[in-house]
């Protein structure tokens, strides 16, 4: 009976390396979704984050992320998308901090093979597979026609940073919409960053320029508080009208508060999940749309309450 019992073991040992290598090599076996957005202090950001996590996860992929500090740390996001690439993660989603810069990236994931989806924001002409996101020309269009229908006077514009496509081309749609609208005269514009703090400094500049202003449109929401937050403390709400992008859940919160009048909102987890979505139908060998659009619409004061929350 010993004998037969040392023997089991003996046999049991000796197949146990070989079960947990079964085990491991499943794990090992599932490829890697890397994101890459333009930074972490926007909420806007993480709300992507989360999406493209919870889909790619759901789907089998192991996940990774990292980003820069700020959205003017064009290098710096470079350095991470490159250090992915070193990985041999097998697909990158990116948000370009700068459409130009990211250009020899984004060629040479595909040299190694792996597929680039751009988010958000988009890059110059290069190898990537797919943009997703709003199309920010069309929401700046939309942006310039509820000020020419609701404003009339002097209005300034705080940007995004240089090099930032997505905030560029709200900027560019915003200023080909309202030239349709005589009422409206766009005297001054200026960078904010993407950083609230440096926006309210960018927003008194204009009111101390512009005594006459009566409305500020800012290419995010970010931007928009910091704005609303320079015109709330010379007691002014009532009489400048503050607009962001993004339909952030804070910002949802400053229009309700009056600190923000409107923004035009996107659609952040479902750009996330469409872009995993993408990745699925590339892996399954199905066509893929160079250009996804997503939705872009209109919020005030009576919509606001069901922004507070993601879309």
Known sequence: MKKVLIVCLALFAIAMPCIF???GSDSSEAKTIAFVPKQFGNPYFVAINDAVKEAAEANGFVFKSNAPDS??????QISIVEA???QGVDYLIIIPNDSTAIVNSINTAAQQGIPVFLVDSGADESNYVSYIGTDNFAGGQ????????NVKGQVAIIDGAAGNAATTARYKGFMDEIQKYPDVEVVTADYGNGDMGTSMTVAENFLTAYPDLVGIFCCD?????????AVSARGLNDEIIVCGFDGSPEGAQAILDGVMDMTIAQQPRLMGKTAVDYIIKLENGESVDPIIYTDCEIVTKENAESFLEWH
């Open 21 to 23: 290598a079964q085990a």
């Open 71 to 76: 959205s003017i740390e064009v290098d710096k």
């Open 84 to 86: 992915f690439i070193a």
């Open 142 to 149: 939309l942006a310039a026609k509820w000020f020419g229908e």
């Open 221 to 229: 929401d970010q931007m928009a508080q910091g704005a609303g937050q």
